[in-house]
């Protein structure tokens, strides 16, 4: 079993700067590609930003320049690094990994339970 979980959420003024970090633990055997999605009321959940384990990132365009991916392979971490927030910004971030358990013979992708960014003044 992997389990997920976000930390480093909360509310944040125009134009301030948050963490995420979201922490994978269990029977893990490798972790493939980590990213961080978002979803705002009433929206569907998007894609903020992903890593693969290779490094290379990915961004949506509305974070591209603000926002920044980054992995800890040997903690099982991955984090996003918000700068530069806007009212927009305001979601729920879920983390996710492609993750291979020590029993398994293929990948299956986790969630974590969701953190709370609230952009406001």
């Known amino acids: 079993q992997v389990q997920l979980v976000e930390s480093g959420g909360g509310l944040v003024q125009p134009g301030g700067s948050l963490v995420l970090s979201c922490a994978v633990s269990?029977?893990?055997?490798?972790?493939?590609?980590m990213g961080w999605y978002r979803q705002a009321p009433g929206k569907q959940r998007e894609l903020v930003a992903d890593?693969?384990?290779?490094?290379?990132?990915n961004y949506a365009d509305s974070v591209k320049g603000r926002f920044a991916i980054s992995r800890s392979s040997a903690k099982n971490m991955v984090y996003l690094q918000m700068n530069s927030l806007k009212s927009e910004d305001t979601a729920v971030y879920y983390c996710?990994?492609?993750?291979?358990?020590?029993?398994?013979?293929?990948?299956?992708?986790?969630w974590g339970q969701g953190t709370q960014v609230t952009v406001s003044s």
């Open positions: 269990g029977s893990i055997f490798s972790i493939y590609a």
């Open positions: 890593i693969a384990d290779d490094g290379i990132t």
């Open positions: 996710n990994a492609n993750t291979r358990g020590v029993r398994s013979t293929s990948s299956s992708v986790y």
